[in-house]
């Protein structure tokens, strides 16, 4: 995998890929049109933050670059890279229980908060991806 040179782009398979975390200055893209949608991805070394519809959708820190992202609203799956552990934060569905798996380990259990966030903390190495999937129970 690789970083996203473009900052944003729709794959073959019709999922999204998006992120840089090589690049050491916010860069934005704004009104890339994906499935009817309208969304804006910020990104550097330091956090990585796209929105739907001006909407908060996903948000890392530090920077990662993420492949394969797909939402449904009962689940979401995605690859995610960067050169250091990062912590996420995604949007759903508001005090819902959702089970987590990261690189295809069961960790639990998670309820979103008031606001629908729900953060989780993943353990990165460059070149290096973690399969993350979120589905709602």
Do not use: C, W
């Not at 975390?21 to 309208?38: A, E, V």
């Not at 987590?100 to 966030?117: A, C, P």
């Amino acid at each position: 995998m690789a970083v996203v040179d473009e900052l944003i782009r729709e794959e073959e398979d019709g999922s999204l890929s998006f992120g840089n975390y090589n690049l050491t200055s916010k860069t934005k893209k704004d009104g890339f049109q994906y499935n009817g949608d309208s969304y804006k991805i910020k990104t550097f070394d330091e956090i990585t933050k796209l929105e739907k519809n001006g909407m908060f959708v996903y948000e890392s820190v530090p920077g990662t670059t993420v492949h394969g992202f797909r939402a449904t609203d009962k689940k979401v799956m995605f690859s995610v890279e960067g050169d250091k552990d990062a912590q996420i934060t995604l949007e759903f569905e508001a005090e819902k229980e959702y089970k987590v798996h990261v690189d295809n380990v069961y960790v639990g259990k998670m309820k979103t908060n008031l606001g629908g966030k729900l953060s989780i903390s993943v353990e990165l190495a460059e070149n290096e991806s973690v399969d993350v999937v979120i589905e709602k129970m």
